[in-house]
Every structure is written in C-alpha cells, then in structure tokens.
DNA sequence: ACAATATATCACCAAATAGTGATAAAATTA
DNA sequence: TAATTTTATCACTATTTGGTGATATATTGT
C-alpha cells in the first residue's frame, strides 16, 4: 500500500544494514577486534551471516563501511571558526588539544579505531589518517607556519608530540588501572595535570 | 656418558622452550598478534605443538614467559648511574626520551609489546607497565621532584605527554606510510624535527 | 489475486584451530 | 644391557570460523 516514508515494517535493507554496522559497533566495544568474527556479528545483529556477504560483500567491507561511517574529526572542524587569528593560532590550538584529550578520553569507539590505525593496515584506515592530515595542512599552513617562519617544523613537531601523546595517554587510561609517571588518568586530578602541562608547553612554544 | 655442558645432542627440554620462545618472536614480527596460533607456533619452532602445553600449559602460558623474557627496560636503566644530578635531572631526562625515541622506532618488539598493553589485560603486561612506573617514580622522586617542588607535577604531566607520544609516534612510523603533522617520520629529517622539539620541550620545562 | 522481485533464513561444507591420549625414541640410571 | 625417565611425535576429536547454494517469506507492481 504505502511506500514512502521508511516504516516499512518487517523486512528493509537499509535497516538491516544500520544493525550490522550497530553489531560491529557494540563487538568492538565488548570484546575487541578479535572478537569480530561473522558468526557472532550476525547473531548480534539479530540476523543472517549471508546477509553480510549480500549488502557489503563480507567481513571486511563489513568493517571498512563501519569505520567510514564515523566522523572521525567533527569535533575538530566544527568549533574551529575563526577564533582570534592574529596569535599565531596558539589560542586555537590549545583549546583543540585540551578538547580532544577530553573527547578521545570519553569516545571509546575513537580509541579503537585509532588503535587499530596501528595494527592493520585497511585502506579505509589511511583514509582517517589522511583526512587528519589534509585537516590539520590547513591549520599549519593557514595559520602556525606563518607565525613561526623558520620554526614552523620545530612547532609541528611539537603539535606532534602533543597530539599523539594525548592519544596514547587516553587509550592507556582505558584499558590500563596503572598510573603513567606517577598520575592517574582516569581520575580528575590526574587528567588536570596533564591539562596544564599542555597549556603550559603551547605556551612556552609561543614564546 | 657426558651430561655436564649443555652440548646434550637432540633431545633438550631448555633448547626446545627457547625454540617456541624464538617462534612467539618471528611470528609477533611478521603476522603480528593475529597471527600467534599454537599450530603456526609449533611449526615455526619446529616442533610439536603438545610440548607448548607440556612446557608452558598453554599457548598463554608461552605468551606471558615470551612477555616475560623481554628486558624492557634495561635500555633505560643501564646507561642512567650519576650524570650530573645538579641540573634537576634536565640532561638526564632529554638524554633518556631522545634514546627511547631512538631505541622504540629500532626496536619492534617492543613496539608490538607497547601495542599490546593498550589492546589486552594480561597479566605479564601489566607487570611490564609497573616495572616502568617504579623505574621511573626513583628518578622522579630522586632527582626532578626536589627540583620542580610546587610544579612537580606539572612536570611528570610534561615527561607523561613526552614518553606517551614518543610511543605512539613510532608506532604510527612503523605502521603507516602516511606523514603526522605534516612530517615524515621514518626520514632522518623528519625524525631530527621531532628530536628538536622534545630538547626544545624540556629546556623550556626548566626555564 | 498473481507474478516478479527483494529480503532473509536454513542447512550444509571446508578449513582452521585448540586440545589430548597413546606411543615412539632418545637419554639417563642402575 | 636392561629398566626407567625424559623428550618428542603422531593420530585423532571437538569446536570455531568463513563461506555458499537452495529455499522460504515478505513486499511490490500489475
């Protein structure tokens, strides 16, 4: 009778689809990559293995439509703006490296996939790691290289240092009740250390 | 007739735990975790796959004495003695991270056993973590404390971000073709950059 | 209502994987 | 050299895993 709005009751392969890619989802949040077998996808999807060689051609078109289907840098893009452009970019970057130590730390889809950006090698994993990089070409060359001129490798650098080390810190808060150096990264205090050390060494690199 | 030496012929329980231990190596470093089935382990070792579960009960058994095997730090601690305490541990502290920068992006076992401490909750890897963590709370406490007093914290926060991304950075080397802020981190270029700014970082830490 | 198509299930296969009891062969001891 | 113990192999089972052809059921168009 009617088909136009998406109600379509039993059988739809959009959303047969949107639960396979929910499953890998919820997998990779209990058990982990190695957890991810079609089997126990497709129970946890509430349907057939078959399904998955239909829509997406198996395991691994499977997986590489789940990691395009995040976002990965939204919330990098989206408050960036033009906040104060004639500090060298040192107020910009300094609050995008304080929000991404926050939000990597609360998003654990965003710390697997980051993880597994350093396991395997899936060309949809490059792409996420390409797409950072074209971002943040545009920060630098738009913003910091000019500002620091014949510096400007040493404060990539340092950006470097920085934003790689907030990724290994959060992911090592999740999966590790240990401390790092002595501070708790799971614990207010702990994370606040960490805070004013980056605000700290973004401010001392403008100097 | 003879038993004293080590020379005992064909039959040599040591020689064949080495053996799976060797295995447990080769395989980390071609296939990577994924890879570590008994069945491949025992023909890469040579030998059959019962004596993993006679020697070591198990194929984690095996993992965690492989784990075990591994002199983490000593790499850190060797060349520490007294070089010159009276600088509130500055040489010594940039001295160590350029070394372990150097030292992780040579070394890719460890690199895999890093990587493996953010992927799994064993228990020979956590003793790894701890192993670093008492390592390092004698220098903090020893040598960067004193010297840093209110903003002792804020230091070991600074060292926390360095050594963390110093891990990830030569990870992601390893694993990934792509650049990292825009720098190529398997050229010596590109690697001399990220050198200049961990100097660079911890000068201005002691300013 | 009927045919055509899209969606989903089922039963099955082959390969990979973990694990073990029985046994052979070497080494040690008496 | 004979008996005993240690070291290693082999053959086998059960389970898991990836993958597919045949079939059933729902939806849509006529």
């Known amino acids: 009778m009617e088909q136009e709005t998406g109600v379509k009751s039993l059988r739809n392969k959009e959303k047969s689809k949107q639960k396979f890619l929910d499953a890998v989802e919820k ?35 499977l997986i590489d439509e789940y990691i395009r289907s995040q976002d990965f840098w939204s919330n ?5 703006a033009e906040t104060s452009v004639n500090d060298g970019g ?6 995008m490296l304080l929000s991404q130590f926050d939000y990597i730390f609360k998003n654990k889809n965003v710390q697997k996939i980051l993880l597994w950006g350093l396991i395997e090698n899936r060309k949809s994993l490059k792409k996420l790691a390409n797409d950072r990089e074209e ?19 040493r404060y990539r650098a340092i950006i470097a240092l920085l934003i790689s ?4 810190l959060d992911i090592y808060a999740t999966t590790n009740d240990s401390t790092f150096c002595g501070l708790n990264l799971k614990s207010a205090a702990g994370r606040s250390e960490i805070e004013n050390a980056i605000s700290f060494l973004i401010d001392k690199s403008y100097e």
């Open 90 to 95: 040192k107020t910009f970057c300094k609050t």
């Open 165 to 168: 080390g907030i990724y290994y």
């Open 27 to 61: 997998i990779l949040h209990t058990k982990g990559f190695s957890g991810l077998k079609v089997n126990d996808i497709a129970q946890t999807a509430g349907l057939d293995k078959k399904l998955i060689y239909n829509y997406f051609g198996g395991k691994d078109g």
């Open 76 to 80: 990098i893009k989206d408050d960036s």
């Open 135 to 153: 971002n943040g070409a545009r920060l630098f060359e738009g913003l910091t290289d000019p500002h620091f001129k014949e510096n400007a490798k």
